[in-house]
């Protein structure tokens, strides 16, 4: 049994946006220049770090240095993700990660990834990958 096709689909574009990161490494740079990517890049960044706080697409827009409906726009264009869907997919593609750690309880874990609410956690992440966390955690160790 492998990852549902949505969810591989998911972090492909997840993939292709680091690619894209890498690649435009050199953005900050040359700051003066303000393109989208500049803004993505610092959004981008952001999230990274700050993924597994309760952060909101607010902060996430002025710590990018632009404004609420810039950052929508420059990620839906670039992306093909509004910010929040992003945020979701970002802390999802942590989660996985996470659950393959058989001394993390599914609380630890939503936690990790900035979720208070294990059971909200679980109904996300089933959303996301048609799989619930438990049975994630059933698939990986049956699969051993």
């Known amino acids: ?3 549902p096709n949505r969810y591989c689909k998911i972090m492909a ?3 292709s946006i680091i690619g894209f990161l890498i690649d435009n490494a050199d953005l900050e740079k040359h700051a003066e220049t303000l393109t989208p990517e500049f803004y993505l890049v610092r959004a ?3 999230i990274d770090v700050n993924y597994h706080e309760d952060i909101t697409i607010d902060e996430i827009a002025q710590n990018a240095g632009t404004s609420r409906k810039t950052l929508s ?4 264009n670039l992306t093909g ?8 997919y970002y802390r999802i593609s942590k989660a996985v990660d996470l659950l393959r750690d058989p001394n993390m309880s599914i609380e630890m ?3 990790s990834v900035g979720y208070n609410d294990q059971f909200y956690f679980s109904k996300v992440f089933k959303r996301i990958t048609d ?3 438990q049975k994630y955690i059933a ?3 049956k699969n051993k």
């Open 13 to 15: 574009q997840l993939y």
């Open 81 to 88: 993700f509004s910010p929040k869907d992003y945020l979701i």
């Open 73 to 76: 726009a420059t990620f839906s």
């Open 131 to 133: 799989i619930s966390p």
């Open 109 to 111: 874990i939503a936690a």
């Open 1 to 3: 049994q492998g990852f």
């Open 139 to 141: 698939n990986a160790v």
């Open 44 to 46: 981008l960044d952001f």
